[in-house]
Protein backbone atom coordinates (compact mmCIF):
# COMPACT_ATOMS: atom_id res chain seq x y z
CA UNK A 1 0.00 0.00 0.00
CA UNK A 2 1.43 3.18 -1.11
CA UNK A 3 0.95 6.73 0.36
CA UNK A 4 -1.31 8.88 -1.75
CA UNK A 5 0.97 12.33 -2.68
CA UNK A 6 -0.82 15.37 -2.71
CA UNK A 7 -1.72 16.99 -6.00
CA UNK A 8 0.95 18.91 -7.78
CA UNK A 9 0.65 21.32 -10.59
CA UNK A 10 2.42 18.84 -12.62
CA UNK A 11 0.39 15.94 -11.71
CA UNK A 12 -2.45 14.54 -14.32
CA UNK A 13 -5.94 15.25 -13.23
CA UNK A 14 -7.24 12.73 -10.45
CA UNK A 15 -10.48 10.99 -11.27
CA UNK A 16 -13.29 11.79 -8.73
CA UNK A 17 -13.39 9.41 -6.03
CA UNK A 18 -15.85 9.19 -2.34
CA UNK A 19 -13.85 6.70 -0.38
CA UNK A 20 -9.57 7.24 0.28
CA UNK A 21 -8.40 3.93 -0.39
CA UNK A 22 -10.65 2.12 -2.18
CA UNK A 23 -10.87 5.49 -5.21
CA UNK A 24 -12.56 3.79 -8.10
CA UNK A 25 -11.53 0.22 -7.63
CA UNK A 26 -15.03 -1.03 -7.51
CA UNK A 27 -16.33 0.87 -10.86
CA UNK A 28 -12.92 0.19 -12.46
CA UNK A 29 -13.56 -3.80 -11.27
CA UNK A 30 -16.96 -4.61 -12.44
CA UNK A 31 -16.55 -2.53 -15.63
CA UNK A 32 -12.89 -1.33 -16.54
CA UNK A 33 -13.78 -0.11 -20.36
CA UNK A 34 -16.81 1.72 -18.92
CA UNK A 35 -14.91 3.43 -16.86
CA UNK A 36 -11.88 4.27 -18.92
CA UNK A 37 -14.13 5.69 -21.45
CA UNK A 38 -16.41 7.62 -19.20
CA UNK A 39 -13.34 9.09 -17.64
CA UNK A 40 -11.32 9.31 -21.14
CA UNK A 41 -14.79 12.11 -21.76
CA UNK A 42 -14.04 13.95 -18.74
CA UNK A 43 -10.50 14.25 -18.00
CA UNK A 44 -9.14 13.40 -21.90
CA UNK A 45 -6.68 10.19 -22.33
CA UNK A 46 -4.21 10.95 -19.33
CA UNK A 47 -5.78 10.65 -15.31
CA UNK A 48 -4.90 8.98 -12.69
CA UNK A 49 -6.58 7.23 -10.34
CA UNK A 50 -6.88 5.31 -7.20
CA UNK A 51 -7.31 1.49 -6.89
CA UNK A 52 -7.08 0.13 -3.75
CA UNK A 53 -4.28 2.44 -2.63
CA UNK A 54 -2.44 2.82 -5.55
CA UNK A 55 -1.92 5.82 -8.05
CA UNK A 56 -2.49 4.02 -11.22
CA UNK A 57 -1.96 6.35 -14.10
CA UNK A 58 -4.17 5.82 -17.24
CA UNK A 59 -2.83 6.90 -20.81
CA UNK A 60 -5.44 5.63 -23.47
CA UNK A 61 -5.15 5.82 -27.10
CA UNK A 62 -2.25 5.21 -29.40
CA UNK A 63 0.03 7.61 -28.13
CA UNK A 64 -0.91 6.31 -24.94
CA UNK A 65 -0.31 2.76 -25.88
CA UNK A 66 2.95 4.27 -26.99
CA UNK A 67 3.97 5.99 -23.83
CA UNK A 68 3.66 3.25 -21.76
CA UNK A 69 4.84 0.23 -24.20
CA UNK A 70 7.57 2.34 -25.35
CA UNK A 71 9.22 3.65 -22.45
CA UNK A 72 12.28 3.10 -21.00
CA UNK A 73 12.47 0.02 -19.18
CA UNK A 74 14.29 1.86 -16.19
CA UNK A 75 11.25 3.98 -15.87
CA UNK A 76 8.59 2.04 -16.35
CA UNK A 77 9.05 -1.59 -15.38
CA UNK A 78 7.51 -4.60 -15.54
CA UNK A 79 8.36 -6.29 -12.54
CA UNK A 80 7.52 -4.19 -9.94
CA UNK A 81 3.95 -4.72 -11.34
CA UNK A 82 3.70 -8.59 -11.71
CA UNK A 83 6.21 -10.26 -9.21
CA UNK A 84 3.88 -10.61 -6.43
CA UNK A 85 1.74 -12.53 -8.56
CA UNK A 86 3.72 -14.56 -10.83
CA UNK A 87 6.77 -15.26 -8.94
CA UNK A 88 4.42 -17.34 -6.24
CA UNK A 89 3.53 -19.57 -9.52
CA UNK A 90 6.05 -19.37 -11.98
CA UNK A 91 9.12 -19.99 -9.19
CA UNK A 92 12.64 -18.35 -8.45
CA UNK A 93 15.11 -16.84 -11.22
CA UNK A 94 13.54 -16.41 -13.83
CA UNK A 95 10.69 -13.71 -15.92
CA UNK A 96 9.62 -11.34 -13.39
CA UNK A 97 12.01 -13.13 -10.46
CA UNK A 98 15.49 -12.15 -11.71
CA UNK A 99 16.91 -8.49 -13.79
CA UNK A 100 15.31 -7.97 -16.51
CA UNK A 101 18.46 -7.98 -18.94
CA UNK A 102 18.47 -12.13 -18.03
CA UNK A 103 14.80 -12.43 -18.73
CA UNK A 104 15.47 -10.65 -22.38
CA UNK A 105 17.86 -13.14 -22.86
CA UNK A 106 15.18 -16.12 -21.18
CA UNK A 107 12.64 -14.71 -23.67
CA UNK A 108 15.35 -15.09 -26.54
CA UNK A 109 16.11 -18.77 -25.13
CA UNK A 110 12.23 -19.39 -25.73
CA UNK A 111 12.13 -18.07 -29.37
CA UNK A 112 14.99 -20.86 -29.78
CA UNK A 113 12.21 -23.32 -28.89
CA UNK A 114 9.74 -21.81 -31.34
CA UNK A 115 10.98 -23.39 -34.69
CA UNK A 116 9.47 -23.98 -37.47
CA UNK A 117 10.66 -27.70 -37.60
CA UNK A 118 8.50 -28.08 -34.18
CA UNK A 119 6.08 -26.26 -35.62
CA UNK A 120 5.72 -28.58 -38.29
CA UNK A 121 5.43 -31.65 -35.97
CA UNK A 122 2.78 -29.94 -33.59
CA UNK A 123 -0.25 -29.48 -36.42
CA UNK A 124 -0.92 -33.40 -36.43
CA UNK A 125 -0.54 -33.50 -32.81
CA UNK A 126 -3.15 -30.80 -31.84
CA UNK A 127 -4.97 -32.31 -34.78
CA UNK A 128 -5.23 -35.89 -33.09
CA UNK A 129 -5.43 -34.66 -29.72
CA UNK A 130 -8.85 -32.73 -30.85
CA UNK A 131 -10.01 -35.47 -32.87
CA UNK A 132 -9.51 -37.81 -29.58
CA UNK A 133 -10.99 -34.98 -27.39
CA UNK A 134 -14.48 -35.46 -29.31
CA UNK A 135 -14.15 -38.77 -29.76
CA UNK A 136 -13.89 -39.91 -26.04
CA UNK A 137 -14.84 -36.83 -23.75
CA UNK A 138 -19.09 -36.72 -22.50
CA UNK A 139 -19.54 -33.70 -23.91
CA UNK A 140 -19.28 -34.60 -27.51
CA UNK A 141 -21.69 -37.83 -27.37
CA UNK A 142 -24.17 -36.84 -29.86
CA UNK A 143 -20.87 -36.72 -32.42
CA UNK A 144 -20.01 -39.87 -31.29
CA UNK A 145 -23.26 -41.23 -31.59
CA UNK A 146 -23.01 -40.63 -35.14
CA UNK A 147 -26.05 -38.85 -35.44
CA UNK A 148 -26.43 -35.57 -37.70
CA UNK A 149 -29.82 -34.79 -36.66
CA UNK A 150 -29.13 -34.40 -32.58
CA UNK A 151 -27.80 -31.39 -31.01
CA UNK A 152 -26.01 -31.59 -28.01
CA UNK A 153 -23.93 -28.59 -26.37
CA UNK A 154 -20.71 -27.48 -24.48
CA UNK A 155 -19.67 -25.25 -21.92
CA UNK A 156 -17.08 -22.78 -24.36
CA UNK A 157 -14.54 -22.17 -21.57
CA UNK A 158 -14.62 -25.62 -20.06
CA UNK A 159 -14.78 -27.59 -23.24
CA UNK A 160 -11.94 -24.85 -25.26
CA UNK A 161 -9.71 -24.96 -21.74
CA UNK A 162 -9.90 -28.59 -21.83
CA UNK A 163 -9.14 -28.50 -25.45
CA UNK A 164 -6.05 -25.69 -24.81
CA UNK A 165 -4.26 -27.67 -22.21
CA UNK A 166 -4.21 -31.00 -23.93
CA UNK A 167 -2.72 -29.44 -27.09
CA UNK A 168 -0.14 -27.35 -25.32
CA UNK A 169 1.00 -30.01 -23.06
CA UNK A 170 1.58 -32.63 -26.53
CA UNK A 171 3.52 -29.70 -28.25
CA UNK A 172 5.47 -27.46 -25.81
CA UNK A 173 5.20 -29.21 -22.89
CA UNK A 174 6.16 -32.27 -24.16
CA UNK A 175 5.24 -36.37 -23.71
CA UNK A 176 6.15 -36.56 -20.35
CA UNK A 177 3.31 -33.25 -19.32
CA UNK A 178 0.86 -34.68 -21.40
CA UNK A 179 1.19 -38.60 -19.88
CA UNK A 180 1.05 -36.71 -16.73
CA UNK A 181 -2.16 -35.02 -18.00
CA UNK A 182 -4.20 -38.18 -17.32
CA UNK A 183 -2.33 -38.43 -13.45
CA UNK A 184 -1.28 -36.38 -10.78
CA UNK A 185 -0.39 -33.49 -13.18
CA UNK A 186 -3.72 -32.31 -13.52
CA UNK A 187 -4.64 -31.69 -9.68
CA UNK A 188 -1.00 -29.71 -9.65
CA UNK A 189 -1.74 -27.78 -12.70
CA UNK A 190 -5.69 -26.98 -10.86
CA UNK A 191 -4.07 -25.94 -7.14
CA UNK A 192 -1.37 -23.47 -9.26
CA UNK A 193 -3.62 -21.96 -11.21
CA UNK A 194 -6.35 -20.98 -7.85
CA UNK A 195 -3.09 -18.95 -7.25
CA UNK A 196 -3.75 -16.79 -10.24
CA UNK A 197 -6.60 -14.82 -9.84
CA UNK A 198 -7.43 -11.04 -8.98
CA UNK A 199 -7.35 -12.03 -5.44
CA UNK A 200 -3.28 -13.13 -6.02
CA UNK A 201 -2.89 -10.19 -7.93
CA UNK A 202 -3.59 -8.04 -5.16
CA UNK A 203 -2.58 -9.62 -2.74
CA UNK A 204 0.76 -11.78 -2.58
CA UNK A 205 0.33 -13.82 0.52
CA UNK A 206 -3.01 -14.17 2.16
CA UNK A 207 -3.60 -16.91 5.14
CA UNK A 208 -5.97 -19.02 2.92
CA UNK A 209 -5.81 -22.44 1.77
CA UNK A 210 -5.79 -21.32 -1.93
CA UNK A 211 -2.69 -19.46 -1.01
CA UNK A 212 -1.05 -22.91 0.55
CA UNK A 213 -2.26 -24.94 -2.33
CA UNK A 214 -0.41 -22.97 -4.84
CA UNK A 215 2.74 -22.83 -2.79
CA UNK A 216 2.88 -26.74 -2.58
CA UNK A 217 1.58 -27.07 -6.10
CA UNK A 218 4.46 -24.59 -7.17
CA UNK A 219 7.02 -26.85 -5.42
CA UNK A 220 5.75 -30.53 -6.10
CA UNK A 221 5.16 -29.00 -10.13
CA UNK A 222 8.78 -27.73 -10.28
CA UNK A 223 10.14 -31.16 -8.90
CA UNK A 224 8.02 -32.69 -11.61
CA UNK A 225 9.90 -30.68 -14.18
CA UNK A 226 13.74 -31.05 -12.73
CA UNK A 227 12.76 -34.82 -12.61
CA UNK A 228 11.91 -34.75 -16.75
CA UNK A 229 14.84 -32.56 -17.26
CA UNK A 230 17.20 -34.94 -15.32
CA UNK A 231 15.63 -38.49 -16.96
CA UNK A 232 16.00 -36.92 -20.98
CA UNK A 233 20.19 -35.45 -19.65
CA UNK A 234 20.78 -39.28 -18.29
CA UNK A 235 19.34 -41.13 -21.67
CA UNK A 236 19.95 -38.28 -24.50
CA UNK A 237 19.43 -40.10 -27.75
CA UNK A 238 16.53 -42.41 -26.10
CA UNK A 239 13.76 -40.45 -27.98
CA UNK A 240 12.97 -37.15 -30.11
CA UNK A 241 11.51 -34.74 -28.61
CA UNK A 242 10.07 -31.61 -30.48
CA UNK A 243 9.39 -29.66 -26.90
CA UNK A 244 10.86 -26.85 -25.22
CA UNK A 245 12.28 -28.67 -22.42
CA UNK A 246 14.57 -30.09 -24.96
CA UNK A 247 15.41 -26.72 -26.54
CA UNK A 248 16.16 -25.07 -23.22
CA UNK A 249 18.49 -27.68 -22.33
CA UNK A 250 21.09 -26.89 -24.50
CA UNK A 251 20.51 -22.85 -24.24
CA UNK A 252 23.47 -21.21 -22.59
CA UNK A 253 23.48 -17.28 -21.00
CA UNK A 254 25.67 -14.72 -22.36
CA UNK A 255 29.08 -15.37 -20.74
CA UNK A 256 28.74 -19.51 -20.97
CA UNK A 257 26.73 -20.23 -18.01
CA UNK A 258 24.60 -22.98 -18.84
CA UNK A 259 20.40 -21.75 -17.67
CA UNK A 260 19.67 -24.61 -14.47
CA UNK A 261 16.97 -27.46 -14.71
CA UNK A 262 15.26 -25.20 -11.60
CA UNK A 263 15.35 -21.87 -14.49
CA UNK A 264 13.85 -24.41 -16.92
CA UNK A 265 11.45 -25.88 -15.28
CA UNK A 266 9.93 -22.04 -13.88
CA UNK A 267 10.26 -21.32 -17.51
CA UNK A 268 8.19 -23.75 -18.58
CA UNK A 269 5.26 -23.64 -15.59
CA UNK A 270 5.32 -19.90 -16.96
CA UNK A 271 4.69 -20.92 -20.56
CA UNK A 272 2.07 -22.87 -19.75
CA UNK A 273 0.61 -20.42 -17.63
CA UNK A 274 1.08 -17.36 -20.29
CA UNK A 275 -0.68 -19.74 -23.12
CA UNK A 276 -3.27 -21.66 -21.17
CA UNK A 277 -5.96 -18.82 -20.35
CA UNK A 278 -5.35 -16.22 -22.96
CA UNK A 279 -5.79 -19.60 -26.09
CA UNK A 280 -8.42 -21.34 -23.90
CA UNK A 281 -9.91 -17.29 -24.01
CA UNK A 282 -9.12 -16.81 -27.63
CA UNK A 283 -10.97 -20.15 -28.51
CA UNK A 284 -14.11 -19.26 -26.34
CA UNK A 285 -14.86 -16.13 -27.82
CA UNK A 286 -14.41 -17.70 -31.33
CA UNK A 287 -16.94 -20.28 -31.05
CA UNK A 288 -19.17 -18.11 -29.48
CA UNK A 289 -19.18 -16.18 -32.91
CA UNK A 290 -19.06 -18.58 -34.80
CA UNK A 291 -22.00 -20.36 -33.38
CA UNK A 292 -23.65 -16.90 -32.93
CA UNK A 293 -22.53 -16.29 -37.58
CA UNK A 294 -23.56 -19.41 -39.07
CA UNK A 295 -22.68 -17.22 -42.39
CA UNK A 296 -19.13 -16.99 -41.19
CA UNK A 297 -18.85 -20.12 -39.97
CA UNK A 298 -20.03 -21.80 -43.19
CA UNK A 299 -17.14 -19.56 -45.27
CA UNK A 300 -14.50 -21.11 -42.80
CA UNK A 301 -16.08 -24.32 -43.62
CA UNK A 302 -15.60 -23.69 -47.38
CA UNK A 303 -12.50 -22.61 -47.14
CA UNK A 304 -11.08 -26.07 -45.78
CA UNK A 305 -13.24 -27.66 -47.89
CA UNK A 306 -11.40 -25.94 -51.20
CA UNK A 307 -8.14 -26.17 -49.47
CA UNK A 308 -8.42 -29.82 -48.05
CA UNK A 309 -11.37 -31.66 -49.42
CA UNK A 310 -10.89 -35.09 -50.78
CA UNK A 311 -13.04 -36.09 -53.84
CA UNK A 312 -14.98 -39.13 -51.03
CA UNK A 313 -15.87 -35.90 -49.01
CA UNK A 314 -12.84 -36.79 -46.17
CA UNK A 315 -10.13 -33.99 -45.66
CA UNK A 316 -6.33 -34.18 -45.98
CA UNK A 317 -4.53 -33.53 -42.79
CA UNK A 318 -3.30 -29.94 -42.18
CA UNK A 319 0.34 -28.29 -42.86
CA UNK A 320 2.02 -25.70 -40.80
CA UNK A 321 2.28 -24.12 -44.13
CA UNK A 322 -1.41 -24.43 -45.26
CA UNK A 323 -1.88 -22.03 -41.74
CA UNK A 324 -1.02 -19.17 -44.12
CA UNK A 325 -3.26 -19.83 -46.82
CA UNK A 326 -6.65 -19.49 -44.51
CA UNK A 327 -7.25 -16.26 -44.90
CA UNK A 328 -11.41 -16.78 -43.34
CA UNK A 329 -9.63 -18.53 -40.51
CA UNK A 330 -6.55 -16.02 -40.24
CA UNK A 331 -9.14 -13.12 -40.13
CA UNK A 332 -11.65 -14.63 -37.48
CA UNK A 333 -9.13 -15.14 -35.03
CA UNK A 334 -7.77 -11.82 -35.45
CA UNK A 335 -10.72 -10.09 -35.06
CA UNK A 336 -11.79 -12.08 -31.91
CA UNK A 337 -8.22 -10.93 -30.78
CA UNK A 338 -9.63 -7.45 -31.59
CA UNK A 339 -12.71 -7.18 -29.87
CA UNK A 340 -11.69 -9.49 -27.15
CA UNK A 341 -8.30 -9.14 -26.43
CA UNK A 342 -7.47 -11.55 -23.22
CA UNK A 343 -4.69 -8.55 -22.32
CA UNK A 344 -6.33 -5.67 -21.82
CA UNK A 345 -4.82 -4.00 -19.29
CA UNK A 346 -1.15 -3.30 -18.83
CA UNK A 347 0.90 -2.40 -16.04
CA UNK A 348 3.88 -0.70 -14.80
CA UNK A 349 5.12 0.20 -11.64
CA UNK A 350 6.85 3.93 -12.50
CA UNK A 351 10.94 4.45 -11.13
CA UNK A 352 11.55 7.59 -12.00
CA UNK A 353 9.86 10.69 -12.38
CA UNK A 354 8.45 10.62 -16.33
CA UNK A 355 7.12 13.53 -18.38
CA UNK A 356 3.94 13.11 -21.04
CA UNK A 357 4.66 14.17 -24.55
CA UNK A 358 2.22 17.55 -24.50
CA UNK A 359 1.45 15.49 -27.86
CA UNK A 360 -0.25 12.94 -25.88
CA UNK A 361 -1.76 15.27 -23.06
CA UNK A 362 -0.87 18.70 -21.39
CA UNK A 363 -2.48 21.13 -18.62
CA UNK A 364 -4.81 23.37 -20.09
CA UNK A 365 -3.75 26.19 -17.61
CA UNK A 366 0.16 26.41 -18.28
CA UNK A 367 1.29 25.41 -14.99
CA UNK A 368 4.76 24.35 -14.04
CA UNK A 369 6.39 23.75 -17.41
CA UNK A 370 3.56 22.76 -19.13
CA UNK A 371 3.42 19.49 -18.90
CA UNK A 372 2.21 16.29 -17.04
CA UNK A 373 4.40 14.61 -14.94
CA UNK A 374 3.98 11.14 -14.20
CA UNK A 375 5.32 10.44 -9.77
CA UNK A 376 7.86 8.25 -9.26
CA UNK A 377 6.85 4.88 -7.15
CA UNK A 378 3.22 5.21 -9.01
CA UNK A 379 1.94 2.54 -11.54
CA UNK A 380 1.29 3.55 -15.36
CA UNK A 381 -1.90 1.42 -17.20
CA UNK A 382 -1.99 1.16 -21.16
CA UNK A 383 -5.57 -0.19 -22.37
CA UNK A 384 -4.58 -1.30 -26.00
CA UNK A 385 -8.50 -2.48 -26.13
CA UNK A 386 -9.83 0.88 -25.66
CA UNK A 387 -7.75 1.65 -29.14
CA UNK A 388 -9.57 -1.63 -30.45
CA UNK A 389 -12.72 -0.60 -29.92
CA UNK A 390 -12.37 3.11 -30.89
CA UNK A 391 -14.96 4.18 -32.85
CA UNK A 392 -13.24 6.82 -34.67
CA UNK A 393 -10.40 4.30 -35.61
CA UNK A 394 -12.40 1.46 -36.95
CA UNK A 395 -15.65 1.09 -38.70
CA UNK A 396 -18.31 -0.52 -36.52
CA UNK A 397 -16.09 -0.75 -33.81
CA UNK A 398 -18.39 -2.94 -31.40
CA UNK A 399 -19.19 -5.50 -34.14
CA UNK A 400 -17.42 -8.79 -34.60
CA UNK A 401 -16.81 -8.79 -38.22
CA UNK A 402 -14.26 -11.26 -39.75
CA UNK A 403 -14.25 -9.27 -42.78
CA UNK A 404 -12.87 -6.46 -42.23
CA UNK A 405 -9.58 -7.91 -42.20
CA UNK A 406 -9.63 -9.62 -45.66
CA UNK A 407 -8.55 -8.29 -48.97
CA UNK A 408 -11.12 -10.03 -50.79
CA UNK A 409 -13.71 -9.07 -49.38
CA UNK A 410 -13.31 -5.23 -50.51
CA UNK A 411 -13.79 -3.54 -47.21
CA UNK A 412 -10.32 -3.64 -45.98
CA UNK A 413 -9.97 -0.46 -47.12
CA UNK A 414 -13.02 0.95 -44.48
CA UNK A 415 -11.99 -1.45 -41.75
CA UNK A 416 -9.65 1.60 -40.39
CA UNK A 417 -10.42 5.20 -40.94
CA UNK A 418 -8.16 8.03 -41.29
CA UNK A 419 -8.97 10.38 -38.13
CA UNK A 420 -7.97 13.99 -37.13
CA UNK A 421 -7.26 13.62 -33.35
CA UNK A 422 -7.60 16.73 -30.70
CA UNK A 423 -4.19 17.67 -31.25
CA UNK A 424 -5.24 18.35 -35.03
CA UNK A 425 -2.82 15.92 -36.29
CA UNK A 426 -4.53 13.26 -39.16
CA UNK A 427 -3.70 10.12 -38.36
CA UNK A 428 -4.14 7.58 -41.11
CA UNK A 429 -4.87 4.07 -40.29
CA UNK A 430 -4.26 2.56 -43.83
CA UNK A 431 -4.18 -1.36 -43.83
CA UNK A 432 -0.44 -1.37 -43.32
CA UNK A 433 -0.78 0.89 -39.96
CA UNK A 434 -2.07 -2.30 -37.93
CA UNK A 435 1.78 -2.72 -37.28
CA UNK A 436 3.42 -4.39 -34.43
CA UNK A 437 4.65 -1.37 -33.46
CA UNK A 438 4.21 0.60 -29.71
CA UNK A 439 1.81 3.07 -31.47
CA UNK A 440 -0.32 0.34 -33.12
CA UNK A 441 -4.17 0.70 -32.64
CA UNK A 442 -3.89 -3.28 -32.33
CA UNK A 443 -2.19 -4.85 -29.99
CA UNK A 444 -3.94 -7.59 -28.13
CA UNK A 445 -0.33 -9.30 -28.27
CA UNK A 446 1.27 -5.96 -26.07
CA UNK A 447 3.82 -4.17 -28.27
CA UNK A 448 7.47 -2.81 -27.07
CA UNK A 449 10.22 -5.07 -24.96
CA UNK A 450 7.34 -7.00 -23.59
CA UNK A 451 5.54 -8.21 -26.64
CA UNK A 452 4.73 -11.41 -26.14
CA UNK A 453 6.71 -14.47 -28.07
CA UNK A 454 3.67 -16.64 -27.84
CA UNK A 455 2.08 -15.08 -31.20
CA UNK A 456 3.36 -17.67 -33.92
CA UNK A 457 2.20 -20.47 -31.67
CA UNK A 458 -0.83 -19.32 -30.29
CA UNK A 459 -2.41 -18.54 -34.20
CA UNK A 460 -1.05 -22.63 -34.95
CA UNK A 461 -2.92 -23.85 -32.06
CA UNK A 462 -6.52 -21.55 -32.07
CA UNK A 463 -6.28 -22.08 -35.97
CA UNK A 464 -5.78 -25.60 -35.91
CA UNK A 465 -8.19 -26.89 -33.44
CA UNK A 466 -10.57 -24.10 -34.89
CA UNK A 467 -10.35 -25.40 -38.16
CA UNK A 468 -10.78 -28.95 -36.50
CA UNK A 469 -14.20 -28.07 -34.75
CA UNK A 470 -15.11 -26.63 -37.97
CA UNK A 471 -14.80 -29.72 -40.05
CA UNK A 472 -16.89 -32.37 -37.85
CA UNK A 473 -19.71 -30.01 -36.71
CA UNK A 474 -22.19 -27.38 -37.22
CA UNK A 475 -22.15 -24.45 -34.04
CA UNK A 476 -24.89 -22.55 -32.74
CA UNK A 477 -25.76 -20.29 -29.98
CA UNK A 478 -29.45 -20.46 -28.29
CA UNK A 479 -28.40 -16.56 -26.53
CA UNK A 480 -26.64 -13.66 -27.50
CA UNK A 481 -22.99 -13.39 -27.64
CA UNK A 482 -21.77 -13.55 -23.72
CA UNK A 483 -20.55 -9.63 -22.55
CA UNK A 484 -16.95 -9.75 -21.13
CA UNK A 485 -16.69 -10.63 -17.32
CA UNK A 486 -14.25 -8.58 -15.70
CA UNK A 487 -13.86 -10.68 -12.79
CA UNK A 488 -11.15 -12.99 -14.12
CA UNK A 489 -7.46 -11.79 -14.47
CA UNK A 490 -7.84 -12.70 -18.45
CA UNK A 491 -11.23 -11.27 -20.53
CA UNK A 492 -13.89 -14.61 -20.47
CA UNK A 493 -17.41 -14.31 -22.02
CA UNK A 494 -19.67 -14.26 -18.95
CA UNK A 495 -22.60 -16.95 -18.56
CA UNK A 496 -24.74 -18.35 -20.53
CA UNK A 497 -21.92 -19.60 -22.74
CA UNK A 498 -23.55 -22.43 -23.55
CA UNK A 499 -22.55 -23.76 -27.61
CA UNK A 500 -24.97 -26.21 -29.28
CA UNK A 501 -23.12 -28.86 -32.30
CA UNK A 502 -24.43 -31.08 -34.69
CA UNK A 503 -22.35 -33.47 -36.46
CA UNK A 504 -21.98 -32.39 -39.78
CA UNK A 505 -21.95 -36.20 -41.62
CA UNK A 506 -21.80 -39.27 -41.30
CA UNK A 507 -18.16 -41.11 -41.12
C1 LIG B 1 3.60 -11.29 -23.20
C2 LIG B 1 -0.90 -11.71 -24.98
C3 LIG B 1 -0.16 -16.46 -25.76
C4 LIG B 1 4.19 -16.11 -23.68
C5 LIG B 1 2.31 -11.01 -23.60
C6 LIG B 1 1.73 -9.69 -23.57
C7 LIG B 1 0.47 -9.81 -24.07
C8 LIG B 1 0.26 -11.20 -24.42
C9 LIG B 1 -0.56 -8.70 -24.22
C10 LIG B 1 2.40 -8.41 -23.07
C11 LIG B 1 2.28 -8.25 -21.57
C12 LIG B 1 2.92 -6.98 -21.05
O1 LIG B 1 3.43 -6.17 -21.82
O2 LIG B 1 2.89 -6.77 -19.82
C13 LIG B 1 -1.06 -13.04 -25.37
C14 LIG B 1 -2.24 -13.55 -26.06
C15 LIG B 1 -2.03 -14.89 -26.28
C16 LIG B 1 -0.72 -15.21 -25.74
C17 LIG B 1 -3.45 -12.72 -26.45
C18 LIG B 1 -2.89 -15.92 -26.96
C19 LIG B 1 -3.94 -15.65 -27.71
C20 LIG B 1 1.08 -16.78 -25.28
C21 LIG B 1 1.68 -18.07 -25.35
C22 LIG B 1 2.90 -17.98 -24.75
C23 LIG B 1 3.07 -16.60 -24.32
C24 LIG B 1 1.04 -19.30 -26.00
C25 LIG B 1 3.95 -19.04 -24.56
C26 LIG B 1 4.19 -19.99 -25.39
C27 LIG B 1 4.41 -14.78 -23.39
C28 LIG B 1 5.65 -14.27 -22.84
C29 LIG B 1 5.49 -12.87 -22.73
C30 LIG B 1 4.14 -12.57 -23.19
C31 LIG B 1 6.88 -15.08 -22.47
C32 LIG B 1 6.54 -11.87 -22.31
C33 LIG B 1 6.28 -11.15 -21.03
C34 LIG B 1 7.27 -10.04 -20.84
O3 LIG B 1 8.20 -9.83 -21.62
O4 LIG B 1 7.15 -9.34 -19.81
N1 LIG B 1 1.40 -11.92 -24.12
N2 LIG B 1 -0.18 -14.07 -25.19
N3 LIG B 1 1.95 -15.91 -24.65
N4 LIG B 1 3.53 -13.74 -23.60
FE1 LIG B 1 1.71 -13.89 -24.45
Redesign the pocket.
Do not use: D, N, W
Given at each position: WQKIAPRKATDPPVVFHWLPIIGSAIWYGNDPIGFFQTCQERYGDVFTCILLGRKVTVTLGVKGSNFV?GGKSTAFN?EG??THLTTPVFGKDV??DCPNEV??QQ?KF?KFG?TTKNFRAYVRMIEDEVDEFMRKDPRFVTYQQNDINDWGSFDAIAAMAEITILT?SRT?QGKEVREGLNKSFSQLYSDLDGGFTPLNFLFANLPLESYRKRDRAQKKMSDFYVDIIKRRRANPDAETHYD?IESLKEQTYRGGAALRDHEIAHLMI??LM???H??T??LAWTVLHLASRPDVAAALYQEQVERFGNADGSFRAMEYEDLRHLPVLDSV?RET?RVH???HN???QVREDVPVPASLAAPSSKSGNGVYVVPKDTYVLAS?IISQLDPRIWVNAHTWEPSRWSDSAGVAAQALRTYTDEAGEKIDYGFGAVSKGTESPY?????????????Q???L??GTIVAALVRRVELRLPTKVPEHNYHTLILMPKDPKSVHYRRRRFD
Open positions: LAAYVYFMKILALMALAGQTSATILPPIIMRPQPFGAGRHRCIGEFAYQI
